[in-house]
């Protein structure tokens, strides 16, 4: 499929584009790859009647999927090969940080552009290949590679208060809006970053030093974790097992 011919909103809004969640996108393109008998994971064997059915009734019931298995047991292959549940091109605002859909923007960016131009606001086309990221998690990881800090070195150049949400950085799980995240090795995140994870998982929350900003972010979370970790290297926390 080629790249739509579509470089405005309002150029977009004729087309008849109306916005869907990735959960949903994922799940309405699973239910056709179910009613056609296509393959979902390729060159994953031996799961057929086990990994593979609970796989496919999470991304029907819209959830966050955590895999538990041994090292070799094909978790990130699983988790990478998600990206052909997606549609091919999807709108995002151009320029926007956060992959904003331009019906539902979320970055301050993304509404001060669109409130500016209207339906002259530019559109670009993100490919299903560009909205998958993963994470191995090491106990370096801090909050703000996942999720952001306040960039002073912007707010000098920019000549914007500190308390101006235009002077975060945002860290690579923001930037996957609209995308696949995957962290590998969950357990290995300190308790402190995993709790960090509460809120962008279930209320959309995003926090950064003294911010609380209302970002409801659009991402499909897949964690995967050994079970020899649990008693090795660390454990996955229990709320954020509940989430």
């Not at 609970?54 to 538990?68: D, M, Q, T, Y």
Request: charged share 25%; with cysteine; aromatic share 8%.
């Amino acid at each position: 499929m080629k790249k739509p011919n579509i470089s405005t909103l309002g150029e977009l809004k004729k087309a008849g584009y109306s916005y869907l969640s990735i959960k949903d996108e994922i799940r309405n393109n699973l239910i056709e790859k179910l009613k056609t008998k296509d393959p979902i994971f390729d060159s994953v064997y031996g799961y057929e009647q086990t990994v593979l059915p609970e796989v496919e009734r999470a991304l029907l019931s819209k959830h966050n999927i955590l895999f538990l298995g041994l090292r070799g047991q094909a978790k990130t292959m699983m988790a990478r090969q998600m990206c052909y549940l997606l549609n091919e091109y999807i709108p995002v605002v151009k320029g926007a940080p956060l992959h904003d859909d331009p019906f539902q923007p979320v970055s301050a960016f993304a509404k001060d552009l669109i409130e500016k131009e209207g339906d002259l606001t530019g559109i670009d086309w993100l490919h299903r290949n560009d909205r998958y990221a993963e994470k191995l998690a090491t106990p370096d990881v801090n909050v703000a590679d996942l999720i952001g800090d306040i960039d002073p070195i912007k707010a000098a150049g920019q000549k914007l208060s500190l308390s101006d949400e235009k002077v975060i950085h945002y860290g690579m799980i923001p930037r996957n809006n609209r995308g696949i995240f995957v962290i590998n090795e969950l357990p290995d995140l300190q308790p402190r970053i995993q709790v960090a994870l509460f809120n962008i998982l279930q209320e959309g929350d995003v926090q950064i030093r003294g911010f609380n900003l209302r970002l409801p972010l659009d991402i499909q979370f897949v964690f995967t974790a050994n079970p020899e970790d649990y008693t090795n290297r660390g454990n996955i926390i229990t709320p954020l097992k509940d989430r």
